[in-house]
């Protein structure tokens, strides 16, 4: 009888490292310049990242890139927080979500939200890609 395989071996693949072989969302997300600036103009409206920018050094989670407020996700990669705004009659976290389900294809909502998260930040996450 084989021994069982050992933690690092490659048939037991996390969700992390399943996922690290999908395209980058960014570029379908951000290929649009006009997004960023949804979001950079947004931050100051929204009762959350506000306050978080009105003295970032107060919360350690979270840094201030070219005018772009980030934090840091379970890997420990810096992403990109996104606020509730209309962008071009949507919801920025609509949109990505539905970029994010263009890539993937039609998994369960918790490998989108996984995908999802790989690249950005918003509060209620999870709950969003459910209803998506």
């Known amino acids: 009888m084989p021994a069982p395989p050992l933690p690092n071996d490659s048939s037991d693949l ?15 997300v951000e290929g649009n310049l006009s997004v960023l600036e949804s979001i950079k103009h947004g931050y100051q409206k929204d009762l959350l990242f506000s306050k978080v920018l ?3 050094r107060h919360h350690k989670n979270f840094e201030v890139l070219s005018d772009l407020l980030y934090t840091h996700n379970r890997t420990d990669a810096s992403v990109l927080c996104i606020l509730s705004i209309i962008h071009d009659k949507r919801w920025i976290t609509e949109v990505m979500i539905s970029q994010a389900h263009e890539v993937l294809g039609h998994y369960r909502p918790q490998k989108t939200a996984d995908y999802v998260q790989r690249h950005y ?3 209620c996450i999870g709950q969003d890609v459910e209803q998506y």
């Open 14 to 28: 996390t969700v992390e490292e399943s996922l690290r072989h999908l395209p980058d969302l960014h570029p379908r």
């Open 54 to 56: 009105d003295n970032v």
């Open 121 to 123: 930040w918003w509060p």
